[in-house]
């Protein structure tokens, strides 16, 4: 197995940026290793870096039994999100610039199939957001206690500081709070858009605690795909919004998404 950091310039970015990528060498089993690969493009929280998942997590020992790539870039607590007026588009880079890299300098599958995104917290939100944004790129979502906090923030009050951060980081981030909903940042708005243009929507994993603080947005947005007959695999189990929870549940996330996809998918 490879542990590697790599660094490069990013156009989507306008700068040197660094990922963390794990690559399997030979699978846990010992037989040849099947190539292409197939990869997980891993996404940290808020208050985060791309070291957290290798420092605080077992998915190094996990990519090796599973025999997978996984790609940890960083979000910088911009919810993986575009910001245009900086010209720093972290959307593209992790949805699409960090993708075809990654396939030219590492013997990865190119298959919309064979092609995840994750992540916990805000990056839960991310992979959300972009595996449905780019859902030509990924097959399939593993979303771990999401911030899908489009739900709470859009119409706030400029006073709103709600302990983790105030108004004018979200209003920064999200852009005009008033136009939120709808907008292609709200997931439910970009599933209605692939729904009404008959797009293949990337099939969902998603796990939430029930300790934990953002519980009811994710079961939320469960309820919405689950109406909308959504392909989406859902746990609802004891735990909290820490690394006990993750590490439990992204090895059930990859052990969902190495299973075959359906036909339909």
């Not at 070291?51 to 911009?78: C, Q």
């Amino acid at each position: 197995m490879a542990l590697i950091t790599v660094n490069f310039f990013s156009k989507a970015m306008n700068r040197e940026v660094p990922f963390q990528a794990i690559i399997p060498l030979e699978p846990a089993d010992g037989k040849t290793n099947t190539l292409p690969l197939k990869s997980l493009y891993l996404l940290h929280g808020y208050h985060g870096g791309y070291t957290d998942w290798l420092s605080n997590s077992r998915i190094r020992e996990l990519a090796y039994k599973y025999n997978i790539a996984v790609f940890m870039p960083a979000g910088e607590n911009h919810f993986y999100l575009d910001d245009e007026e900086m010209e720093v588009m972290y959307a593209q880079y992790v949805g699409k610039e960090l993708v075809n890299y990654t396939r030219q300098l590492f013997p990865l599958s190119s298959n919309r199939e064979d092609t995840f995104i994750g992540g916990l917290s805000m990056g839960g939100y991310g992979a959300i957001r972009n595996g449905l944004k780019y859902h030509d790129t990924f097959g399939r979502i593993i979303a771990l206690s999401s911030a899908l906090i489009t739900y709470k923030i859009h119409n706030i009050d400029k006073d709103f500081d709600n302990g983790i951060a105030k108004y004018g980081y979200y209003r920064r981030v999200f852009g005009d709070l008033t136009q939120l909903l709808g907008s292609d940042k709200d997931p439910e708005a970009i599933v209605e858009h692939l729904m009404n243009n008959e797009c293949v929507i990337p099939q969902l994993f998603i796990a939430c605690g029930t300790e934990d603080f953002l519980l009811d947005v994710n079961h939320m947005f469960y309820e919405y795909l689950k109406n909308k007959n959504i392909d989406v695999t859902y746990h609802e189990t004891k735990g909290d919004h820490n690394w006990d929870f993750w590490n439990e549940y992204i090895e059930k996330g990859l052990q969902w998404a190495m299973t075959p996809v359906l036909e339909n998918s």
